[in-house]
Nanobody, 124 residues
Framework: QLQLVESGGGLVQPGGSLRLSCAAS????????TGWFRQAPGKEREGVSC????????NYADSVKGRFTISRNNAKNTVYLQMNSLKPEDTAVYYC?????????????????WGQGTQVTVSS
């Protein structure tokens, strides 16, 4: 059964850091470009960052450039999102998903097989 499981979320103060993990089971994650997305209450799901299957190409939303870093360890079947200098506006449920259709950037409509999400709350 194809499954993605996110972990690593939590409560952090502004300026703090978290590292999210997206672990795949039942299939080889290395075959897929993968993305991280987030959805805040009352807002649409938005692309945060995505990475090619090899890890050689990455893309970031303007709002997270310079603060977030996406990476992958195909040997561990896992994709990561290192989040530094967190801001209250980063508060959301974060999801990972697989790219099933070619497109520009990290548009959620091009991704599927969503994980269950992990909550990130940035607050003092």
């Amino acid at each position: 059964q194809l499954q993605l499981v996110e972990s690593g979320g939590g409560l952090v103060q502004p300026g703090g850091s978290l590292r999210l993990s997206c672990a795949a089971s039942g299939f080889t994650l290395a075959y897929y470009a993968t993305g991280w997305f987030r959805q805040a209450p009352g807002k649409e799901r938005e692309g945060v960052s995505c990475i090619s299957s090899s890890g050689g190409s990455t893309n970031y939303a303007d709002s997270v450039k310079g603060r977030f870093t996406i990476s992958r360890n195909n040997a561990k079947n896992t994709v990561y999102l290192q989040m530094n200098s967190l801001k209250p506006e980063d508060t959301a449920v974060y999801y990972c998903a697989l790219r099933f259709r070619y497109g520009l950037g990290c548009n959620p409509v091009d991704f599927g097989s969503w994980g269950q999400g992990t909550q990130v709350t940035v607050s003092s």
